[in-house]
């Protein structure tokens, strides 16, 4: 497995999210830590969750406890494996998502995460997702304050403009950014740039453009598929690979609920494309040749 780094911490290139393992209708425990486990033998050595990824406000840090389930279980190092997690994105209780960037309430997701994971530090902690009732200041602030106390290594931000970012890095070290990017999404073009040009990790989270269905990646589907197809290897692998090539900061982590899911994502890391195909591909999904 070839790896990345972020803020230093040394990782593989590409990650695991594991929000698909704990949505509606996709509780499956038993699938998910050979999921997991696939993902790990395999040198995964970042795994990403959240305290919202579950099905309702009821089950809140269950993606959480899952993993944490799975890497103790590991036959493996797990002092290898940055698990990173969020909060600051809340589930009602009949399953509805709403925003909560509060001090307090960050305060209080952070020490539910480190309950819910097992841990007395948490390796990666993300503000998930801006909340417009309050100044980004304040919660990117107590991010800080948490590293400060020691409750958090490494601090992130997810869904974050290139001013937000600007704005983060001059309260606290900023480790990574982890906005949405895909074929089908090319949205945070300017973030990831921003972020190459500085050094910070770019996670882009629903890499494949959708959650394991080909067909997601877009109007751009058929010129990846066409490369997929030259090439031997599936249209997620190419996918996958065209971001690793973006940037040396970039590090997918695509969801999977499979082991054979997550097995074939991995293998973009061996796939190296030629510069007519990246030059094909930036063209079909319409980002820039190349982010320099």
């Known amino acids: 497995m070839q790896t990345r780094t972020i803020a230093g911490r040394t990782v593989s290139a590409i990650g695991l999210g594991g929000m698909p393992m704990s949505l509606e209708g996709s509780h499956d425990e038993d699938q998910s830590i050979r999921t997991i486990h696939?993902?790990?033998d395999a040198g995964v050595r970042l795994i990403d969750t959240a305290d919202a990824y579950c099905e309702n406000e009821a089950d809140t840090g269950h993606n959480e406890r899952l993993i944490a389930a799975a890497v103790?279980?590991?036959?493996?190092?797990?002092?290898?494996v940055l698990v990173a997690t969020k909060g600051g994105h809340t589930r009602t209780a009949d399953g509805g998502w709403e925003v909560d960037g509060r001090p307090e309430?960050?305060?209080?997701?952070?020490?539910?995460s480190l309950k819910a994971l097992g841990v007395d530090v948490i390796g990666l902690y993300q503000y998930h997702r801006p909340d417009p009732e309050v100044p980004y200041a304040e919660s990117v602030g107590t991010l800080r304050e948490l590293q400060e106390e020691g409750k958090i290594q490494l601090a992130g931000i997810s869904n974050a403009s290139v001013e937000q970012i600007r704005e983060a890095m001059s309260i606290l070290p900023l480790a990574s950014v982890q906005n949405e990017f895909s074929p089908r999404f090319r949205g945070s073009e300017d973030e990831l740039a921003f972020c190459d040009e500085h050094g910070i990790a770019f996670l882009p989270w629903s890499p494949l453009g959708g959650i394991g269905k080909a067909k997601d990646l877009g109007p751009s589907h058929s010129v990846f598929a066409g490369v997929a197809e030259e090439r031997g290897v599936s249209p997620h692998q190419v996918a996958l690979a065209w971001e690793l090539a973006k940037a040396?900061?970039?590090?997918?982590?695509?969801?999977?609920?499979?082991?054979e899911t997550i097995r074939d994502s991995l293998q973009a890391v061996d796939l190296e494309l030629t510069p007519d195909e990246l030059a094909r591909l930036d063209e079909a999904s319409g980002t820039r040749l190349g982010l320099g």
């Open 248 to 259: 040396p900061v970039v590090i997918p982590i695509p969801g999977a609920s499979r082991p």
């Open 72 to 80: 103790s279980q590991w036959s493996g190092d797990a002092s290898e």
């Open 105 to 112: 309430h960050l305060r209080s997701a952070c020490e539910a």
């Open 38 to 40: 696939a993902a790990l």
